[in-house]
Nanobody, 119 residues
């Protein structure tokens, strides 16, 4: 019932741009903190960016100034605009929906979309 579907990944040259989208269904979207995470081969999944219900944002130091996370609650969609892409940005990017419940949280994950930055 709950679905997070990522799109927009692909192959780009260094310095290029991509915009990732994540369409959510089956949740009260506006109540969730939305985030983008990524995982490169042989590495752990890492936080890229998050955006709260009130549209406050946080970014990993490695992407600060290059990536922008945004959300459209009317469309139940979160976006990640990626500019000035570097080869080290190559990874599978995952959409995350997190609901703080006080003593714990509820998490949902998308299946991921591949981003490859290469000449």
């Amino acid at each position: 019932q709950v679905q997070l579907v990522e799109s927009g990944g692909g192959l780009v040259q260094p310095g290029g741009s991509l915009r990732l989208s994540c369409a959510a269904s089956g949740i009260r979207f506006s109540n969730y903190v939305m985030g983008w995470y990524r995982q490169a081969p042989g590495k752990q999944r890492e936080l890229v960016a998050t955006i709260t219900s009130g549209s406050s944002t946080n970014y990993a130091d490695s992407v600060k100034g290059r990536f922008t996370i945004s959300r459209d609650n009317a469309k139940n969609t979160v976006y990640l605009q990626m500019n000035s892409l570097k080869p080290e940005d190559t990874a599978v990017y995952y959409c995350n929906a997190n609901l703080p419940l006080g003593f714990t949280t509820r998490d949902y994950w998308g299946q991921g979309t591949q981003v490859t930055v290469s000449s």
